[in-house]
């Protein structure tokens, strides 16, 4: 199992097991998360090779898209209104 572990401002997050991606999200009490996955699993054996840059990059990049998409639904609910 690979472990990585990152400070962080979030201050709650739960483990998330899920057989179909098994991937575990813990927060440690100096308020970093550690990330845990089967290292042997098709879809999160994608991590082994990830440094933490990736996972900044990569959590960066999710955070946009999410940003991108409430301004869009946002947008597009007041074109409604």
Not at 52 to 78: C, H, R, V, W
Request: glycine fraction near 2%; hydrophobic fraction near 35%; charge should be negative.
């Amino acid at each position: 199992m690979s472990l990585m572990s990152t400070p962080t401002k979030f201050q709650s997050m739960n483990k998330f097991p899920d057989p179909n991606f098994p991937l575990i999200v813990t927060e440690e009490e100096d308020g970093s998360f550690t990330l845990e996955w089967d290292d042997l699993h098709p879809i999160t054996s994608v991590f082994n090779n990830y440094t933490e840059q990736d996972f900044i990059d990569m959590l960066t990049a999710g955070a946009i898209d999410t940003l991108q998409d409430n301004e869009e639904l946002d947008a597009s609910k007041q074109v409604e209104d």
